[in-house]
């Protein structure tokens, strides 16, 4: 496999929050100006981009350009039309990422991270994650060739756990969630692992080289809405990888002049976070709640949410877990069976339709984070069919 080499566009690196440039390198811990300040921020990549964009390849515009790793990104959009008739709005399509190799978004994420760690010369990546995270970067990492450690808890489900252990990466459990941040914090600080996920509270966002490969969902967008472009997104949301990583991408595609206007990119959480924030309480503070939407746990609030819905003029709303699993089986209905988590996103749009905030001739795009077949089901033995 040929070395990975950074982008020639990418200039520097810029403070999502304070503005500050700063040389292209590894910032575990987001910008050094808010950190010393008390105001955690992510770091995005300047680029310097021409209109020379091809939808065809828009993983050429990502930190570490090239052909896909595993076969990760160019995932389908697929149209909803029942569903939109339901809901009540002109055009509903799914950016389904259950098609990536370990059937979610993570994998464009793992995919620029492993290269990034391979470049710098780092032998061993590790995240905190009970879930999509850690198997993505298990698989990413044995195809790179390297060390991979999964920090998660004793609570981790059997699926996760067999396809991590599968792809060769070792597993390590700590008895509470927060416990994993603090251990992959002091084994990055020694210079042992290269982290692919935030450990700082308040968070940050994931290492930024990771995040930066989310914008490809917008660049797909673009090219596979062939000049109908989407007027609102709905990204379900935990502390805001993939819903800064798609506002940016669009940013990006205005800014090179192929686009006037971007689409309003909503986030869709499982209970007030960062609607909390947006009316006016501290992202730094503490948001108790719990759900089973798993894969968008957590009870803080990551400042690149915020930037991401400012900079493309989106909402935050919060959704029941009961009428998420009907809207599970409102989308398996129409085909796509997804992660319960996945699926909040479609009843993340019923509530702001609802509202009126998305209006009924909006071009809505859900992202469809992940497939269901990974979630666990307990079910009694089938009764068995008589053939008399």
Known sequence: MSAAQLNPHVSAMRCIRCDARHPVADYYEGCPDCLSTGFPASLAFDYHLSATFDPLRPEQWLAYPGRPFLGEGRTPLIGLTRLAEEVGVRSLSAKYEGTNPTGSHKDRMSALLVQRASDVGAVTVAAASSGNAGVSLAAYAARAGLKCVVVTTPKMSANWRRAVEMHGAELLATATAEERWQLVARKARAGEWYPATNYLTPPVGSNPFGVDGYRAIAFE????????????????????????????????????????????????????????????????????????????????????????????????????????????????????????????????????????????????????????YKEEARYEPLPVTSLK
């Not at 730094?284 to 915020?306: C, E, N, Y």
């Not at 992660?339 to 001739?361: D, F, H, K, V």
Request: hydrophobic share 45%; aromatic share 6%.
């Open 221 to 372: 967008l673009f090219g596979q809405s062939r000049g109908d472009r989407p007027t609102d997104i709905l990204v379900p949301t935990s502390r805001g990888d993939v819903l800064w990583g798609v506002a940016q991408g669009w940013h990006d595609l205005r800014k090179a002049g192929l686009i006037s206007e971007l689409p309003r990119v909503h986030a869709v959480e499982p209970f007030p976070r960062i609607k909390r924030v947006l009316k006016g309480a501290d992202f730094r503070d503490t948001f108790p709640g719990g759900s089973a939407l798993v894969s968008l746990g957590g009870t803080t609030v990551a400042f690149q949410a915020l930037a991401a819905l400012k900079l493309t003029g989106g909402s935050a709303v919060a959704v029941d877990e009961q009428d998420v699993l009907q809207d599970q089986s409102a989308l398996a209905r129409a085909g796509l069976y997804l992660e319960l988590s996945s699926a909040s996103a479609l009843t993340g749009l019923r509530t702001l339709a609802r509202q009126g905030i998305i209006s009924p001739a909006a071009h809505v795009v859900l992202v469809a984070t992940s497939h269901g």
